[in-house]
Protein backbone atom coordinates (compact mmCIF):
# COMPACT_ATOMS: atom_id res chain seq x y z
CA UNK A 1 0.00 0.00 0.00
CA UNK A 2 1.30 3.43 -0.88
CA UNK A 3 1.72 6.12 1.39
CA UNK A 4 -1.20 8.88 1.89
CA UNK A 5 -1.12 11.23 -1.60
CA UNK A 6 0.68 14.58 -0.65
CA UNK A 7 -2.68 16.03 -2.72
CA UNK A 8 -4.55 14.70 0.49
CA UNK A 9 -2.83 16.73 2.77
CA UNK A 10 -3.36 20.35 1.13
CA UNK A 11 -7.48 19.97 -0.33
CA UNK A 12 -8.48 22.51 -2.60
CA UNK A 13 -11.07 24.72 -0.67
CA UNK A 14 -14.83 24.29 -1.79
CA UNK A 15 -15.28 25.33 -5.36
CA UNK A 16 -12.16 26.40 -5.87
CA UNK A 17 -10.30 23.63 -8.19
CA UNK A 18 -6.25 23.51 -8.64
CA UNK A 19 -5.77 25.62 -5.68
CA UNK A 20 -2.08 24.95 -5.38
CA UNK A 21 -0.48 24.37 -8.93
CA UNK A 22 0.62 20.69 -9.88
CA UNK A 23 4.13 21.70 -10.20
CA UNK A 24 3.90 22.93 -6.86
CA UNK A 25 2.62 19.02 -5.54
CA UNK A 26 5.35 17.47 -7.77
CA UNK A 27 7.74 18.71 -5.29
CA UNK A 28 6.27 18.44 -2.36
CA UNK A 29 5.98 14.93 -3.33
CA UNK A 30 9.57 14.44 -4.16
CA UNK A 31 10.52 16.52 -1.32
CA UNK A 32 8.72 14.12 1.24
CA UNK A 33 10.59 11.11 -0.73
CA UNK A 34 14.07 12.36 -0.69
CA UNK A 35 13.43 13.73 2.92
CA UNK A 36 12.67 10.41 4.15
CA UNK A 37 15.33 8.30 2.64
CA UNK A 38 18.12 11.04 2.69
CA UNK A 39 17.78 13.14 5.33
CA UNK A 40 16.65 16.51 5.86
CA UNK A 41 20.46 17.65 5.73
CA UNK A 42 21.55 15.21 2.77
CA UNK A 43 19.10 16.27 0.18
CA UNK A 44 19.98 18.91 -2.15
CA UNK A 45 17.57 21.53 -3.78
CA UNK A 46 18.89 19.47 -7.17
CA UNK A 47 17.37 16.46 -5.74
CA UNK A 48 13.97 17.46 -5.07
CA UNK A 49 13.91 19.25 -8.36
CA UNK A 50 15.00 16.05 -10.47
CA UNK A 51 12.65 14.09 -8.96
CA UNK A 52 10.05 15.99 -9.65
CA UNK A 53 11.04 16.09 -13.21
CA UNK A 54 11.60 20.14 -13.27
CA UNK A 55 14.81 22.16 -13.00
CA UNK A 56 16.70 23.45 -10.09
CA UNK A 57 15.29 27.14 -11.62
CA UNK A 58 11.69 25.74 -11.75
CA UNK A 59 11.73 24.49 -7.54
CA UNK A 60 12.49 28.10 -6.79
CA UNK A 61 9.05 29.37 -7.98
CA UNK A 62 7.12 27.83 -5.91
CA UNK A 63 9.36 27.30 -2.51
CA UNK A 64 12.31 29.96 -1.90
CA UNK A 65 13.95 26.68 -0.20
CA UNK A 66 14.31 23.32 0.78
CA UNK A 67 13.49 24.55 4.57
CA UNK A 68 10.46 26.09 3.27
CA UNK A 69 9.18 22.72 1.96
CA UNK A 70 9.99 20.85 5.08
CA UNK A 71 7.78 23.54 6.91
CA UNK A 72 5.15 23.11 4.54
CA UNK A 73 5.08 19.42 4.60
CA UNK A 74 5.53 19.43 8.82
CA UNK A 75 2.70 21.99 9.17
CA UNK A 76 0.61 19.64 6.92
CA UNK A 77 1.17 16.71 8.44
CA UNK A 78 0.77 17.95 12.28
CA UNK A 79 -2.39 19.74 10.98
CA UNK A 80 -3.98 16.51 9.32
CA UNK A 81 -3.19 14.53 12.63
CA UNK A 82 -4.67 17.15 14.65
CA UNK A 83 -7.93 17.14 13.01
CA UNK A 84 -7.70 13.06 13.40
CA UNK A 85 -7.63 13.06 16.98
CA UNK A 86 -10.21 16.32 17.74
CA UNK A 87 -12.44 13.76 15.64
CA UNK A 88 -11.95 10.98 17.93
CA UNK A 89 -12.09 13.28 21.19
CA UNK A 90 -15.24 14.55 19.95
CA UNK A 91 -16.83 11.51 19.00
CA UNK A 92 -19.92 9.12 20.00
CA UNK A 93 -19.12 6.68 23.22
CA UNK A 94 -17.68 6.52 26.97
CA UNK A 95 -14.17 7.75 27.26
CA UNK A 96 -12.43 4.08 26.37
CA UNK A 97 -14.87 3.84 22.48
CA UNK A 98 -13.06 6.81 22.19
CA UNK A 99 -9.56 6.06 22.95
CA UNK A 100 -9.76 2.81 20.89
CA UNK A 101 -10.95 4.64 17.94
CA UNK A 102 -8.08 7.50 18.26
CA UNK A 103 -5.89 5.22 18.88
CA UNK A 104 -6.62 2.88 15.66
CA UNK A 105 -7.12 6.26 13.18
CA UNK A 106 -3.81 7.53 14.53
CA UNK A 107 -2.23 4.20 13.88
CA UNK A 108 -4.13 3.63 10.54
CA UNK A 109 -2.78 6.97 9.33
CA UNK A 110 0.84 6.49 10.34
CA UNK A 111 0.76 3.45 8.84
CA UNK A 112 -0.64 4.38 4.95
CA UNK A 113 1.00 7.98 5.10
CA UNK A 114 4.81 6.47 6.50
CA UNK A 115 6.84 8.39 4.38
CA UNK A 116 4.91 11.41 5.66
CA UNK A 117 5.25 10.41 8.89
CA UNK A 118 8.68 9.71 9.09
CA UNK A 119 9.67 13.14 7.80
CA UNK A 120 7.52 14.99 10.08
CA UNK A 121 8.46 13.90 12.89
CA UNK A 122 12.33 12.73 12.66
CA UNK A 123 13.24 15.84 10.50
CA UNK A 124 11.91 18.47 13.44
CA UNK A 125 15.76 19.13 14.44
CA UNK A 126 16.04 20.49 10.91
CA UNK A 127 13.02 23.25 10.62
CA UNK A 128 13.89 26.58 11.10
CA UNK A 129 12.79 28.34 13.92
CA UNK A 130 10.02 30.11 13.08
CA UNK A 131 8.18 27.06 11.41
CA UNK A 132 9.17 24.60 14.75
CA UNK A 133 7.20 27.39 16.61
CA UNK A 134 3.74 26.37 14.58
CA UNK A 135 4.62 22.72 14.70
CA UNK A 136 5.36 22.69 18.51
CA UNK A 137 2.31 23.93 18.88
CA UNK A 138 0.02 21.81 16.58
CA UNK A 139 2.27 18.71 18.67
CA UNK A 140 0.76 20.08 22.10
CA UNK A 141 -2.25 20.74 20.74
CA UNK A 142 -2.62 16.89 19.96
CA UNK A 143 -0.87 16.22 23.03
CA UNK A 144 -3.68 18.04 25.51
CA UNK A 145 -6.04 16.24 23.75
CA UNK A 146 -5.38 12.95 24.02
CA UNK A 147 -4.41 14.10 28.20
CA UNK A 148 -7.95 15.40 28.11
CA UNK A 149 -9.42 12.06 26.98
CA UNK A 150 -7.47 10.18 28.96
CA UNK A 151 -8.49 12.58 32.27
CA UNK A 152 -12.05 11.60 30.77
CA UNK A 153 -11.34 8.60 31.51
CA UNK A 154 -9.80 8.41 35.07
CA UNK A 155 -12.39 10.65 35.89
CA UNK A 156 -15.09 8.13 34.83
CA UNK A 157 -13.17 5.14 36.13
CA UNK A 158 -12.25 3.79 33.22
CA UNK A 159 -8.69 4.50 32.94
CA UNK A 160 -6.00 4.22 35.61
CA UNK A 161 -3.36 6.75 35.23
CA UNK A 162 -0.68 7.84 37.36
CA UNK A 163 0.91 10.56 35.22
CA UNK A 164 -1.82 11.86 32.36
CA UNK A 165 0.80 13.42 30.49
CA UNK A 166 3.12 11.19 30.57
CA UNK A 167 0.72 8.59 29.42
CA UNK A 168 -0.70 10.76 26.47
CA UNK A 169 2.65 11.01 25.13
CA UNK A 170 3.49 6.84 25.27
CA UNK A 171 -0.09 6.73 23.41
CA UNK A 172 1.34 8.81 20.67
CA UNK A 173 4.75 8.12 20.48
CA UNK A 174 3.43 4.00 19.62
CA UNK A 175 1.86 5.49 16.68
CA UNK A 176 4.10 7.57 15.46
CA UNK A 177 7.37 4.98 15.76
CA UNK A 178 4.52 3.37 13.01
CA UNK A 179 5.83 5.37 10.33
CA UNK A 180 9.59 4.90 11.29
CA UNK A 181 9.02 0.77 10.91
CA UNK A 182 6.29 0.02 8.57
CA UNK A 183 6.47 -1.48 5.11
CA UNK A 184 4.07 -2.20 2.44
CA UNK A 185 5.50 -5.62 2.51
CA UNK A 186 4.41 -5.80 6.76
CA UNK A 187 1.64 -8.62 7.38
CA UNK A 188 -0.74 -6.37 8.95
CA UNK A 189 -3.14 -3.46 7.05
CA UNK A 190 -2.82 -0.15 8.70
CA UNK A 191 -6.38 -1.10 10.19
CA UNK A 192 -5.69 -4.49 11.11
CA UNK A 193 -2.77 -2.69 13.04
CA UNK A 194 -4.96 0.11 14.09
CA UNK A 195 -7.01 -2.62 16.10
CA UNK A 196 -3.98 -4.17 17.40
CA UNK A 197 -2.71 -0.66 18.67
CA UNK A 198 -5.91 0.01 20.38
CA UNK A 199 -6.33 -3.28 22.62
CA UNK A 200 -2.61 -2.56 23.38
CA UNK A 201 -3.03 1.41 25.00
CA UNK A 202 -6.69 0.25 26.39
CA UNK A 203 -4.74 -1.91 28.60
CA UNK A 204 -1.48 0.08 29.19
CA UNK A 205 -4.47 2.47 30.58
CA UNK A 206 -5.40 0.50 32.89
CA UNK A 207 -9.12 -0.22 31.29
CA UNK A 208 -11.08 -3.19 32.17
CA UNK A 209 -11.50 -4.94 28.64
CA UNK A 210 -13.77 -8.27 28.08
Same mark, same amino acid.
Given at each position: =????????????????????? /????????? @???????????????????????????????????? @????????????????????????????? *??? =???????????????????????????????????? %?????????? /????????? *??????? %??? *??????????????????????????? /? /????????? %??? =???????
Amino acid at each position: =MTSTPIAELWPSPPGVADARP /EAAFRLLQA @AVESFAERGFHATTTRDIATAAGMSPAALYIHYPSK @AALLAEISRAGHAATLALVRDAVAGEGDP *VDR =MRHLVEEFTAWHARARTVGRVVNYELHALPADAYTV %VAALRLDIER /EVSALIEAG *VGAGAFE %VVE *VRTAARAVTSLGIDVSRWYTGRSSETP /E /ELGRRYGDL %VLR =MLGAKLG
